[in-house]
């Protein structure tokens, strides 16, 4: 169920961006290379380390990352 709306979600998206005139198509591209190289990064992970650690990984780095967007848009 879960992977079913995250791909509706995600085609919503698709229909979305494919009709908006404010897109920046190199920044789609390279968004795109690199979702599917850290998907494709994370399921070796996974596979060759520890998902204990993984995931405590995944949670620092998206922590990390969310601060630095608020900080950024308080102050810059």
């Given at each position: 169920?879960?992977?079913?709306?995250?791909?509706?979600?995600?085609?919503?998206?698709?229909?979305?961006?494919?009709?908006?005139?404010?897109?920046?198509?190199?920044?789609?591209?390279?968004?795109?290379?690199?979702?599917?190289?850290?998907?494709?990064?994370?399921?070796?992970?996974?596979?060759?380390?520890?998902?204990?650690?993984l995931r405590?990984?995944?949670?620092?780095?998206?922590?990390?990352?969310?601060?630095?967007?608020?900080?950024?848009?308080?102050?810059?």
């Amino acid at each position: 169920m879960k992977n079913v709306l995250a791909g509706v979600m995600n085609a919503s998206a698709v229909l979305i961006f494919l009709f908006s005139r404010d897109i920046v198509w190199t920044q789609v591209l390279v968004a795109a290379v690199a979702s599917v190289a850290g998907g494709q990064a994370g399921a070796l992970a996974l596979q060759r380390g520890n998902e204990r650690i993984l995931r405590i990984f995944i949670v620092v780095l998206g922590f990390g990352l969310s601060v630095g967007l608020f900080v950024k848009e308080l102050y810059w």
